[in-house]
């Protein structure tokens, strides 16, 4: 993750493919801020589900137990990942703006 701040305009830049959660709390978290929110970028390419996602596994199964294949993980992601995300999503654009 990275982010940077381009005369008040704040981009930043995740790995794989988060859900679209993360950019509406990020945007919620800096209002006023104009945000860009930019995946695929830094050398990963799998997806990156939402707590959503994992309370309605119905629908999300292929993101949320096989997206482990992409980055050659041995293991699904965890449960606690969407709130781990979130925060450092947060942290990470908060270190900039």
Same mark, same amino acid.
């Given at each position: 993750?990275?982010? %940077? /701040?381009?005369?008040? %305009?704040?981009?930043?830049?995740?790995?794989?493919? !988060?859900?679209?959660?993360?950019?509406?709390?990020? *945007?919620?978290?800096? !209002?006023?801020?104009?945000?860009?929110?930019?995946?695929?970028? /830094?050398?990963? /390419?799998?997806?990156?589900?939402?707590?959503?996602?994992?309370? *309605?596994? =119905?629908?999300?199964?292929?993101?949320?137990?096989?997206?482990? %294949?992409? @980055? =050659?993980?041995?293991?699904?992601?965890?449960?606690?990942? !969407?709130?781990?995300?979130? =925060?450092?999503? @947060?942290?990470?654009? /908060?270190? %900039?703006?």
């Amino acid at each position: 993750m990275a982010a %940077v /701040n381009v005369d008040g %305009v704040l981009f930043f830049f995740s790995q794989g493919e !988060p859900f679209c959660e993360y950019q509406m709390a990020a *945007r919620a978290a800096f !209002p006023g801020k104009t945000l860009f929110f930019a995946g695929y970028t /830094n050398g990963q /390419n799998s997806y990156l589900p939402s707590a959503y996602a994992y309370e *309605r596994r =119905k629908g999300y199964e292929y993101e949320i137990e096989q997206m482990h %294949v992409y @980055i =050659k993980a041995p293991y699904p992601l965890s449960e606690t990942m !969407p709130a781990s995300y979130e =925060k450092a999503v @947060i942290e990470t654009i /908060n270190e %900039v703006q």
